[in-house]
């Protein structure tokens, strides 16, 4: 086995071990992207020679015999919102072309702080908003699994990336699925923290009350000793959680037996693809087999999520970008007033999903119609968290397909934005509420052969038993094939 | 319910986007549908029902009043695409008097 097909557990353990060196692991990983990248396209920028330089501190570290970080020497890729001091951060924006940030965020500072050694920036849907990382003004990324195939959105880069083995692992950020979507369609884990987990410091905002960060990997224990790294609060964001972080990696082996694990209707039958489906209950039956009790259960808001979801991500996003204003970073086209210049910024620097979630946001808060549609739809929210809430004095978990369809074809879904919306119907659910999810993959389609993910959903920072729960599924179903782009070296 | 060509306008003026005729067209005709598709949500029963901005119960974050570093004036300029001075460049905005 060659070092870039290995886990981050294994790489880092390695790398403390002294049987290979993190410039070894490092030159690996840098090859395997080259080799691939130009049929994949993960990558908006890629920044080998600071991997190397930050690879080489990890080895004088070693040899020094000092203390190391639970990632030392392990290749990463982070999602192109994140901001990287020093190194071009896009969001896969043209309004952001040329911005260089000031500072990292926490969870890049965390990242490297615990010894992570960044290959690059992977690509996104424009700002974060899409399903299948189409909506990049740069480049289009392909599936590993099937280059004629979209990767899912927004995290395309970063689930491709981990799935063609260009990197371990990566980070992703996910407000209505964005993690878990294309982590399911690329057969790799992508976990989304409860909202507040992960200190949101530095990500480029999308829709601020529903944007977490969350690890991409290639098995549950990696996406556990990510998330260690990156949760805890952080006081320069207000909403970043007081609560101590448990031991995920730890918790494990605490099994599922005896969990009670519902089964939720609405977001697991209809709209779901037969081919789907079938993989979903065989998951299920799984699950069972290890000991959990499983029911069924109706949540009838989750029906209602996706319409939900898209009154209120693109309210907060039409307020959170109106910081491109052609002033203090980013593209400026001049105008004669400051009006002018503003509109003729935002008209050339942003496309067309963004256009649309900015103008159908500005709508929904307008004088006139904030209480028909924005402030109805906060209260449908808190339908869908009492639904939660309800669901889980009778379960411990809720599980679903992760996406409704494998990975679709590049431009099926790019003409009708309402289809395309629909991708997020499985995922939207526990966003609104704030809760904790992951996606594990269950297998390939017996229809096309391409990945399906089962989805985990669990309380509000409960995360612990969601990582259990998920750890044990995946150990039982054993190794999974690889996608045919794996063996090409 | 459907949203008209002087509403999408409206909106476009108010969100500071100067939008080709073509856009204008395309957008009246795709937020007609989204929203006709939100519609469901506009017909669920949310009477005495108070709405959710956030997930997490947090109130009044409160920090210690201390000076803590910034990045400082120069690295904040940077990225600006017009800086002088210390200061951000925009379009002149008072007429000089005459």
Known sequence: MQLW???????????????????EVTESCISRTNEVEGDVLSYLTLTPE?????????????????PLGPLAGVPMALKDIICTQGTRTTAASKILDNYIPPYSATVAERLYAAGGTMLGKTNLDEFAMGSSTENSAYQITKNPWDLERVPGGSS??????????????????????????PAALCGVVGLKPTYGLVPRYGLIAFASSLDQ?????????????VLQVIAGQDPRDSTSLPSPVPDYVGALAKGIDGLRIGVV???????VDPAV?????????????LGAKIGEVSLSTFGFGIDIYYLIAPAEASSNLARFDGVRYGLRVDGPDVATMNSLTRAAGFGPEVKRRIMLGTYSLSSGYYDAYYLKAQKARTLIARDFARAYEEFDLLVSPTAPTTAFKLGEKTQDPLTMYLSDICTVPSSLAGAAAISVPAGLSSDDGLPVGIQFMARPMDETTMLSAAYAFEQELGPLPKPPLWSTS | MGIGREQVEHV??????????????????QLSAILEHAN?????DTEGVEPTSHSMPLMNVMRPDVIIPSIGAEAALANAPAAGDGHFRVPRILEEEG
């Open chain 1, 5 to 23: 097909e290995r886990t981050a557990a294994d790489v880092a353990s390695l790398i403390a071990s002294k049987e290979v060196s993190a410039a």
């Open chain 1, 50 to 66: 600071a991997a190397r330089a930050k690879a080489a501190e990890v080895d004088s570290a070693v040899a020094a015999g000092d």
């Open chain 1, 156 to 181: 395309g880069g970063s689930a491709s990336a981990v799935a063609a083995g260009q990197a371990p692992f990566s980070i992703g950020t996910d407000t209505g699925g964005s993690i878990r979507q």
């Open chain 1, 213 to 225: 960060a969350g690890p991409i990997t290639r098995d549950v224990r990696d996406a556990a000793i």
């Open chain 1, 265 to 271: 209707k609405e977001i697991s039958g209809e709209g």
């Open chain 1, 277 to 289: 489906q079938a993989r979903f209950r065989e998951a299920v039956q799984l699950l069972e087999k």
């Open chain 2, 12 to 29: 476009a003026k108010l969100a500071r986007l100067a939008l080709t005729e073509e856009e204008l067209t395309l957008f009246e005709g």
């Open chain 2, 40 to 44: 469901t949500v506009t017909n669920l």
